[in-house]
T-cell receptor, first 114, second 114 residues
Framework: AQSVSQHNHHVILSEAASLELGCNYS??????LFWYVQYPGQHLQLLLK??????LVKGIKGFEAEFIKSKFSFNLRKPSVQWSDTAEYFC????????????FGSGTRLQVQP | GAGVSQSPSNKVTEKGKDVELRCDPI?????LYWYRQSLGQGLEFLIY????????KSGLPSDRFSAERTGGSVSTLTIQRTQQEDSAVYLC????????????FGAGTRLSVL
């Protein structure tokens, strides 16, 4: 069974600091990769996705992620965080076939201090 | 509607009672998923509906859980004889099954079993 690991459970940064959140998955087949964000009191929203093509994908609000197939990784980055980026971030994977149910990592709680 | 709608937003029930949770997917989305978000287990897949096909129930944790989807649209998740360990946020997502199947999530139903 596939699994997703997020290495950082709780990250505290000051505004303007750079962010990198790690994500590794276990499945070696054809997968689709996602980062979802959950702002306080809000529902899960898609931040960015990778299906194929350029392994560097750009999402909303200045976020980007790089798919490194050899490392089974899909790390999320942002050069300069803002207080409004305070949220929980989930990496997710699904197989590119069948039911395509998402397997989520355990989430990373990001706290940005003004 | 514009997004996935779930009701109720909060549900408090007594142990042993049955509960029904409702999901209205985005209009035109043929696939619908239920997930559960709990402290101990993170975000986990429960059940998947695709069109008129038989649902994939492989994620349901016990036979006390069931779900149906009427007319290919609205879905109801039923939990019979609720237990305290059923306390969680139940999330619904829908997709139109484009490549990779971007899933759009509702705000969830927070279930508390006393």
């Amino acid at each position: 069974a596939q699994s997703v690991s997020q290495h950082n459970h709780h990250v505290i940064l000051s505004e303007a600091a750079s962010l990198e959140l790690g994500c590794n998955y276990s499945y070696g087949g054809t997968v689709n990769l996602f980062w979802y964000v959950q702002y306080p009191g809000q529902h899960l929203q898609l931040l960015l996705k990778y299906f194929s093509g350029d392994p560097l994908v750009k999402g909303i609000k200045g976020f980007e992620a790089e798919f490194i197939k050899s490392k089974f990784s899909f790390n999320l980055r942002k050069p300069s965080v803002q207080w409004s980026d305070t949220a929980e971030y989930f990496c997710a994977v699904n197989l590119d076939t069948g039911r395509r149910a998402l397997t989520f990592g355990s989430g990373t709680r990001l706290q940005v201090q003004p | 509607g514009a997004g996935v709608s779930q009701s109720p937003s909060n549900k408090v029930t007594e142990k042993g009672k049955d509960v029904e949770l409702r999901c209205d997917p985005i209009s035109g989305h043929t696939a619908l998923y239920w997930y559960r978000q709990s402290l101990g287990q993170g975000l986990e897949f429960l059940i998947y509906f695709q069109g008129n096909s038989a649902p994939d129930k492989s994620g349901l944790p016990s036979d006390r859980f069931s779900a149906e989807r009427t007319g290919g649209s609205v879905s109801t998740l039923t939990i019979q004889r609720t237990q305290q360990e059923d306390s969680a946020v139940y999330l619904c997502a829908s997709t139109n099954r484009d490549r990779g199947g971007i899933q759009y999530f509702g705000a969830g139903t927070r279930l508390s079993v006393l």
